[in-house]
């Protein structure tokens, strides 16, 4: 292993543990703020869930990308590649769904009162694990071609895959089941980060409202004193910014490498950098701003 290699390993290493750890912190706090509570609040159970797929990211990406950099070549075998693979897949959906979720519920919290809008705003956790429950059949559906057609790259000649991911390949479908389940993600992606660029704008310009507001009524010295709602808000906008910036970097690289199927070791590795920075920078986002919910 050369100097280059030692640097991209230590620098993945703590990429990856780092996430691990905030995301670990994040869910013990928000469990243990959760089964205290006298008020139980169920964007808690939302956010315990984002932190969840966080970390399936990280563990199955993680474990792949272990066995790429140190070169265990057979280390994964046929099984284990098609499940990380397919849970860092459905937990990539999980994270894109919960933060929708997220971000329309702080939309209601924070400005939306009509009576249509209200109906979104769940009032108890069965509520919550109502939209949980339908993420998850969902994204288990628009990812289960991966357990049919990834596999391991042993004894696999190149010509006859279409994709790379680490030491698993993807094997050749029909064009009818390739464009379906491509179909699938689209619409999919499409819908929840419409919701939730709509969510995030709606947000920003109660933000706006509210500090030309608090402008007019106080002086300067008072301009920091935001009520627990404002501070969510703004941590859920962080979040947005933060989401739709790893999201499009991944898609570019993603399209790039598939379309390419090249092996460039720097593309790879942004490309993985890129799929890890939501799951790793989310929890110390949420925790930095001491804001871990919004009322509900």
């Not at 998850?136 to 790379?164: D, F």
């Not at 690289?253 to 799929?275: A, C, E, P, Q, R």
């Not at 920075?277 to 509900?296: E, H, T």
């Amino acid at each position: 292993m050369n100097w280059n290699n030692i640097i991209q390993t230590i620098a993945f290493l703590s990429l990856t543990g780092s996430g691990i750890v905030g995301n670990i912190i994040m869910f013990v706090r928000l469990v243990y703020t959760s089964a205290f509570q006298t008020e139980k609040k169920p964007i808690n159970l939302i956010l315990i869930h984002l932190v969840f797929s966080n970390m399936i990211i990280l563990c199955s990406t993680g474990i792949r990308d272990v066995a790429t950099v140190f070169y265990f070549r057979n280390f994964l075998g046929d099984i284990g590649c098609k499940a990380v693979v397919y849970l860092a897949r459905l937990a990539r959906g999980l994270s894109i769904c919960t933060t929708c979720h997220l971000s329309m519920v702080q939309a209601v919290t924070i400005g939306l009162r009509t009576s249509i809008w209200k109906k979104l705003k769940p009032q108890t956790s069965w509520q919550v694990l109502t939209y949980v429950f339908f993420f998850w059949i969902l994204n288990i559906l628009t990812s289960s071609n991966l357990l049919y057609y990834i596999t391991t790259s042993s004894g696999m000649n190149r010509s006859e895959v279409t994709g790379y991911i680490g030491y698993c390949y993807m094997l050749p479908s029909r064009q009818v089941v390739k464009w379906l389940f491509l179909l699938l993600m689209a619409v999919r992606d499409l819908i929840f980060q419409s919701l939730m660029g709509w969510s995030s704008g709606y947000i920003s310009f109660q933000l706006y409202k509210h500090h030309k507001h608090v402008l007019y009524l106080h002086s300067c010295r008072f301009i920091k004193s935001f009520s627990p709602e404002i501070k969510a808000a703004q941590s859920v906008v962080i979040l947005m910014s933060c989401f739709l910036f790893f999201y499009w970097g991944d898609f570019i690289f993603s399209f790039y490498t598939g379309s390419m199927v090249t092996h460039d070791s720097i593309i790879l590795n942004i490309k993985t950098y890129l799929v890890l920075g939501y799951a790793v920078l989310s929890p110390f986002v949420l925790m930095s701003r001491d804001v871990p919910v919004a009322k509900s």
